[in-house]
């Protein structure tokens, strides 16, 4: 095959999908499940980081500014805006330099379709009304919400459509070059088996890994090349009905978001604290619970206490290691790195944000090309990501298709199933005239036709990949629920566009190209 991907996250995935519509041969390879490290732990925005502005990450903010557009054009079921509100703190940021960051952030990123910066009056706002009384001037501005685990697995599937072959529960535990070529021994993490591929050039993005794996499996000397940081957010019950979500700033010179999450719960994240030990087992410390919680009650009017957490989950961001003196100083810009070795080329990805993993997929390619030589054009700017074929302003048309055609379906459940796929909920929906026609119910608006169409389709083995990264429903599920999901995933026999084997990748010419 022509490249091999290790790793499943969004850079992964971005990259496997890019080269894939180009007409490369691929292959991608993921220990765990699509999304399951820090893929999945974001902040969940699409957003230019308007505090990176402090920091002088100029381009930075502006790439990520111009592909907030950009990726809610290809992905509007997934994707939408979200104003976000900032207030005024005094003895903080002073308003003319809050002001002066707006004004870039409206004017530097292309954009089109957001609507700018405005300022509000908190005592006759809504948005005041959750908030302390001494909060009285806020500005609001515009960014995106991403649903970040459904971003990772619809860039998989697209890839798996143009002929790339996705393997998850598979780690890569050696790789040795000879003569331009790289033999890589596979392992797969359910079965035990093992099996060897060869590939004209490796991609190392493995986020928080990627020193592991130059060290490990590409045999390098011990790699120093990131800064493992790790970011918590806690989940509480709904704080607000507005939609609009907040900007905090803290006393410490960080800032965090308060969001409306899944219908029913607020987002609240996130924290910057250098880790060291196994990204895997990240977990939030009672330390940050009790940052979060009391940034927050800062602001509320209503505190938000430890023994309001209904969920926390924590993730470990592989930071460019620049030499910043703290955490939250170390740029979020990307890296990449090319080398050889006996003539077979590697490169290695650093770093990066969700917004930008499109961007960062280009310049691999751009890499990619001067080794393997070029096979087209960049194309994913203007391409639809599965179940996203419908202009910005058509989700609620789009909703009000799913609804005539699938009378049965109440509001709430209509709306999540378009919000998680798009036109694709239609492929497990099919001919069902009722929800008794759509299988098992496992708790809340989870039905049996879901779960199948996760496992045939999205890789989907366990209850965690679907109730906590393919669906958030783990939040609505009883612990007597969450394990009949997870049996009843285990017992599938999954039949996913990942089926193809190594050797049909290793046959080369399955990609195709691209619209251009």
């Given at each position: 095959m022509d490249l091999f991907v290790i790793g499943g996250g969004i850079n992964g995935c971005g990259i496997a999908r890019d080269a894939a519509g180009r007409g490369y041969s691929v292959m991608l390879a993921e220990m765990n499940d699509l999304a399951s490290g820090t893929s999945s732990a974001s902040t969940k925005l699409i957003h230019g980081g308007l505090r990176y502005l402090e920091y002088y990450e100029f381009r930075l903010v502006r790439e990520a500014l111009m592909e907030r557009e950009v990726l809610w054009k290809c992905a509007p079921h997934i994707i939408w805006p979200m104003r976000?509100?900032?207030?005024?703190?005094?003895?903080?940021?002073?308003?003319?330099?809050?002001?002066?960051?707006?004004?870039?952030?409206?004017?530097?990123?292309?954009?089109?379709?957001?609507?700018?910066?405005?300022?509000?009056?908190?005592?006759?706002?809504?948005a005041g009304r959750p908030l302390k009384p001494v909060y009285r001037r806020a500005f609001e501005y515009s960014d995106c919400w991403v649903n970040d685990a459904r971003l990772v697995v619809l860039n998989a599937l697209d890839a798996a459509e143009r002929g790339a072959v996705i393997r998850t529960r598979t780690k890569v535990e050696g790789a040795r070059a000879d003569r331009g070529v790289w033999t890589l021994s596979l392992r797969d993490l359910d079965t035990g088996a093992v099996e060897t591929v060869r590939a004209r050039m490796v991609v190392n993005a493995a986020g928080p890994w990627v020193d592991e794996v130059i060290s490990g499996a590409l045999g390098r000397n011990a790699a120093h090349n990131v800064r493992l940081v790790k970011g918590s957010h806690i989940v509480v019950r709904k704080k607000f009905e507005d939609p609009r979500a907040y900007f905090f700033q803290n006393a410490d010179g960080r800032i965090i978001f308060a969001i409306p999450y899944e219908e029913d719960y607020t987002l609240?994240?996130?924290?910057?604290?250098?880790?060291?030990?196994?990204?895997?087992?990240?977990?939030?410390?009672?330390?940050?619970?009790?940052?979060?919680?009391?940034?927050?009650?800062?602001?509320?009017?209503?505190?938000?206490?430890?023994?309001?957490?209904?969920?926390?989950?924590?993730?470990?961001?592989?930071?460019?290691?620049?030499?910043?003196?703290?955490?939250?100083?170390?740029?979020?810009?990307?890296?990449?790195?090319?080398?050889?070795?006996?003539?077979?080329?590697?490169?290695?990805?650093?770093?990066?944000?969700?917004?930008?993993?499109?961007?960062?997929?280009?310049?691999?390619?751009?890499?990619?090309?001067?080794?393997?030589?070029?096979?087209?054009?960049?194309?994913?700017?203007?391409?639809?990501?599965?179940?996203?074929?419908?202009?910005?302003?058509?989700?609620?048309?789009?909703?009000?298709?799913?609804?005539?055609?699938?009378?049965?379906?109440?509001?709430?459940?209509?709306?999540?199933?378009?919000?998680?796929?798009?036109?694709?909920?239609?492929?497990?929906?099919?001919?069902?005239?009722?929800?008794?026609?759509?299988?098992?119910?496992?708790?809340?608006?989870?039905?049996?036709?879901?779960?199948?169409?996760?496992?045939?389709?999205?890789?989907?083995?366990?209850?965690?990949?679907?109730?906590?990264?393919?669906?958030?429903?783990?939040?609505?599920?009883?612990?007597?629920?969450?394990?009949?999901?997870?049996?009843?995933?285990?017992?599938?026999?999954?039949?996913?566009?990942?089926?193809?084997?190594?050797?049909?990748?290793?046959?080369?010419?399955?990609?195709?190209?691209?619209?251009?």
């Amino acid at each position: 095959m022509d490249l091999f991907v290790i790793g499943g996250g969004i850079n992964g995935c971005g990259i496997a999908r890019d080269a894939a519509g180009r007409g490369y041969s691929v292959m991608l390879a993921e220990m765990n499940d699509l999304a399951s490290g820090t893929s999945s732990a974001s902040t969940k925005l699409i957003h230019g980081g308007l505090r990176y502005l402090e920091y002088y990450e100029f381009r930075l903010v502006r790439e990520a500014l111009m592909e907030r557009e950009v990726l809610w054009k290809c992905a509007p079921h997934i994707i939408w805006p979200m104003r976000f509100v900032l207030p005024l703190h005094k003895g903080l940021r002073p308003a003319w330099l809050i002001r002066l960051g707006l004004f870039l952030y409206d004017h530097i990123g292309g954009r089109k379709l957001l609507p700018p910066t405005r300022t509000l009056d908190m005592r006759s706002d809504p948005a005041g009304r959750p908030l302390k009384p001494v909060y009285r001037r806020a500005f609001e501005y515009s960014d995106c919400w991403v649903n970040d685990a459904r971003l990772v697995v619809l860039n998989a599937l697209d890839a798996a459509e143009r002929g790339a072959v996705i393997r998850t529960r598979t780690k890569v535990e050696g790789a040795r070059a000879d003569r331009g070529v790289w033999t890589l021994s596979l392992r797969d993490l359910d079965t035990g088996a093992v099996e060897t591929v060869r590939a004209r050039m490796v991609v190392n993005a493995a986020g928080p890994w990627v020193d592991e794996v130059i060290s490990g499996a590409l045999g390098r000397n011990a790699a120093h090349n990131v800064r493992l940081v790790k970011g918590s957010h806690i989940v509480v019950r709904k704080k607000f009905e507005d939609p609009r979500a907040y900007f905090f700033q803290n006393a410490d010179g960080r800032i965090i978001f308060a969001i409306p999450y899944e219908e029913d719960y607020t987002l609240i994240g996130t924290t910057d604290q250098d880790f060291a030990g196994d990204p895997g087992e990240a977990r939030i410390s009672e330390e940050e619970t009790t940052y979060l919680c009391a940034a927050a009650s800062e602001y509320f009017a209503e505190p938000v206490r430890p023994e309001d957490l209904v969920w926390s989950f924590s993730g470990v961001r592989s930071l460019f290691d620049d030499g910043a003196s703290k955490a939250q100083e170390a740029t979020r810009d990307y890296v990449l790195k090319a080398e050889e070795t006996a003539g077979a080329p590697a490169l290695h990805v650093f770093g990066g944000k969700i917004t930008t993993f499109r961007r960062l997929a280009e310049a691999a390619l751009d890499e990619i090309a001067r080794h393997l030589g070029a096979r087209g054009g960049a194309w994913t700017a203007s391409a639809p990501l599965p179940g996203g074929g419908f202009d910005v302003d058509a989700f609620e048309e789009t909703l009000a298709g799913l609804k005539r055609d699938y009378p049965f379906l109440e509001d709430v459940h209509a709306r999540r199933l378009t919000r998680l796929y798009g036109t694709l909920a239609r492929a497990f929906l099919g001919e069902a005239a009722s929800l008794s026609d759509l299988g098992r119910h496992f708790g809340a608006d989870l039905y049996e036709a879901e779960l199948r169409y996760l496992a045939e389709r999205e890789w989907a083995r366990t209850g965690e990949d679907v109730l906590w990264r393919r669906t958030k429903r783990g939040l609505k599920l009883t612990r007597e629920e969450t394990d009949a999901v997870d049996a009843f995933m285990r017992e599938l026999k999954p039949q996913t566009p990942a089926a193809a084997s190594a050797s049909e990748a290793a046959g080369g010419g399955k990609g195709r190209a691209g619209a251009a």
